[in-house]
């Protein structure tokens, strides 16, 4: 589903900073530990308007009429409907799907959130470069510059406040 079965997609892929096998593990602790902790005890998450950018980042919107293919990471899982991120090393599990049913919590529910690619809507996110708005543009810069309408017709669900 991922990117790199959109050849034709008209969107250039984002690199990687290289980082080395210890740094990456060290990082992938401490943004689980971190995603955790934002959690708290009360299972809180993150804003409408936050999810709704993770989910364009990482499935874009060709689910609901959109030119922007799902993120060159976004893996299927073994469970049929359920995907994760292939790019952060968290694997095919439950805690990792991208998103959940109902209620139920899901990894784009934390409220903080890293993204190997930095993308918009997660804790790390870093601003497109220049370069990435020559063509083929970036999956990343065409989100930043999507109009907010687009970014609010994408269906989630949220935290009912009680």
Known sequence: MGCKNCKNSGFRKLNETKKNALKKGIGMVQS??????SRGFGNKKVEKATKQLRVISCFGNQHVGGVLPPCQHLENSKSVGKHFCGGCGCGDREAT???SEGN??????H??????LGMPGFTDYTASEPNEAEE??????????MEYTEIQDIPVTVQVKQ
């Open 111 to 116: 409220p903080k959130l890293s993204c190997p």
């Open 136 to 145: 083929p543009i970036t999956r990343k810069y065409y989100i930043e510059n």
């Open 104 to 109: 139920e919590y899901s990894k784009l529910d």
């Open 97 to 99: 799907w991208l998103i």
């Open 32 to 37: 689980y530990a971190s995603a955790l902790a």
